[in-house]
């Protein structure tokens, strides 16, 4: 099994509301950052040439849910894994760790397309990609989130 790929990630000043805690709209940022750093890592992009067409990833679903505040300062590792590997879809799940406790979770659903006319076509994963996020897929975990 693969490990969780991450990053660590200061929060900066303009991040925060006027307590000095991370805008939860942020953490929507640091979960594509996060995302697009585990693209690279492969050897990928998450926009990119696919023979002669292109292929993207947008995002059909997204959630994050909150278990304590991030401040000015504060050092977050995001902790990114590949929950689910479909045909055309991968499901990532990215935790938000400080000081070695988890203070929010978020998952993403983004689907594989080909980029048309200003419009996005579900395609299937090609096969290169494919082998390579089926590589970093992790299981379902049971424990239970704070």
Not at 32 to 43: K, L, P, T, Y
Not at 79 to 108: L, N, T
């Amino acid at each position: 099994m693969a490990a969780d790929f991450s990053i660590t990630r200061r929060v900066q000043f303009a991040e925060t509301d006027l307590a000095g805690v991370l805008h939860f709209a942020n953490y929507f940022r640091y979960m594509e950052e996060v995302e697009h750093a585990f693209w690279r890592s492969m050897g990928l992009c998450v926009i990119s040439p696919d023979g002669d067409r292109t292929i993207s990833w947008p995002r059909v679903a997204v959630a994050c849910e909150y278990f304590a505040p991030a401040h000015f300062e504060n050092e977050l590792d995001l902790r990114f894994r590949v929950m689910h590997v479909g045909s055309r879809s991968v499901g990532y799940e990215i935790e938000f760790v400080r000081d070695g406790q988890p203070i929010a979770v978020g998952k993403v659903t983004a689907v594989c397309c080909e980029m048309k006319e200003s419009r996005f076509d579900p395609t299937e994963i090609p096969t290169a990609i494919r082998t390579k996020l089926l590589a970093a897929h992790q299981p379902a975990q049971s424990e239970p989130r704070p």
